[in-house]
């Protein structure tokens, strides 16, 4: 069984999915080795699927996503889906094209091209990957979203299932967004919200597709030649 298929185009896509982000926040009251291994207060709230929190600034104004999901398969596996950006095409709806290369300064570039409606979706971002502690940035420098940044933590609960956060701090939506846009911010707020969706639902699947598909033809991480 091939683990790389076309997704559907249904799902709402990613505005900004590139090197997907760490909500930076602690796991508390976890006990690993635990009953099952998700002995704190999110489990129950979990169980059906993700949660998001819609953030605001000071004054209002919409400024952040924060997700998490409970995954059933090894930390190892979403990890290794969510830093093979090579293989997003795969599994990410929308995702026209990616590419990966190093910069000047020897850090890791993605370039991405999104087929999402109304906003106009290519960038680049600058990523910065941490295997020790699996946590990732990402930071748009040029294009559409460039200002946004994101950040990703997998944590692990026991040896079959993890957790992961995100966060997503999109910037400078296309001028078609800002134009149609209420007071209330209602259609940013939308598409933010269903990006950083569709984007963790993406990751959970594939994670555990490939923990049910080993033993497995490996799938190559390719990060920057």
């Given at each position: 069984m091939s683990l790389c298929r076309p997704p559907t185009r249904r799902a709402f896509a990613p505005l900004a999915a590139a090197a997907l982000a760490v909500l930076l926040v602690a796991v508390p009251g976890r006990a690993e080795g635990s009953a099952d291994g998700r002995a704190d207060e999110l489990t129950e709230l979990l169980k059906k699927g993700p949660m998001a929190r819609v953030d605001t600034d000071k004054n209002g104004r919409f400024d952040a996503v924060l997700s998490?999901?409970?995954?059933d398969a090894p930390a190892e596996d979403l990890w290794r889906a969510l830093t093979a950006f090579d293989s997003y095409r795969c599994f990410m709806p929308r995702i026209s094209s990616v590419g990966v290369r190093r910069g000047d300064d020897g850090g890791i570039l993605v370039d991405w091209a999104i087929d999402t409606p109304l906003v106009a979706t290519k960038y680049t971002n600058t990523v910065t990957v941490n295997d020790g502690t699996m946590?990732?940035?990402?930071?748009?420098?040029?294009?559409?979203?460039v200002g946004s940044h994101y950040e990703w933590r997998v944590v692990k609960l026991s040896s079959s299932t993890c957790r992961m956060f995100h966060g997503a701090w999109p910037r400078s939506y296309a001028a078609i967004v800002s134009t149609l846009d209420d007071d209330q911010q209602t259609l940013t707020i939308g598409v933010s919200v269903g990006s950083v969706f569709s984007t963790t639902r993406a990751l959970k699947a594939r994670a555990e597709q490939l923990a049910r598909n080993r033993p497995m033809q490996p799938t190559a991480t390719i990060r920057a030649p």
């Amino acid at each position: 069984m091939s683990l790389c298929r076309p997704p559907t185009r249904r799902a709402f896509a990613p505005l900004a999915a590139a090197a997907l982000a760490v909500l930076l926040v602690a796991v508390p009251g976890r006990a690993e080795g635990s009953a099952d291994g998700r002995a704190d207060e999110l489990t129950e709230l979990l169980k059906k699927g993700p949660m998001a929190r819609v953030d605001t600034d000071k004054n209002g104004r919409f400024d952040a996503v924060l997700s998490v999901v409970d995954v059933d398969a090894p930390a190892e596996d979403l990890w290794r889906a969510l830093t093979a950006f090579d293989s997003y095409r795969c599994f990410m709806p929308r995702i026209s094209s990616v590419g990966v290369r190093r910069g000047d300064d020897g850090g890791i570039l993605v370039d991405w091209a999104i087929d999402t409606p109304l906003v106009a979706t290519k960038y680049t971002n600058t990523v910065t990957v941490n295997d020790g502690t699996m946590t990732m940035t990402a930071r748009t420098i040029v294009g559409d979203m460039v200002g946004s940044h994101y950040e990703w933590r997998v944590v692990k609960l026991s040896s079959s299932t993890c957790r992961m956060f995100h966060g997503a701090w999109p910037r400078s939506y296309a001028a078609i967004v800002s134009t149609l846009d209420d007071d209330q911010q209602t259609l940013t707020i939308g598409v933010s919200v269903g990006s950083v969706f569709s984007t963790t639902r993406a990751l959970k699947a594939r994670a555990e597709q490939l923990a049910r598909n080993r033993p497995m033809q490996p799938t190559a991480t390719i990060r920057a030649p």
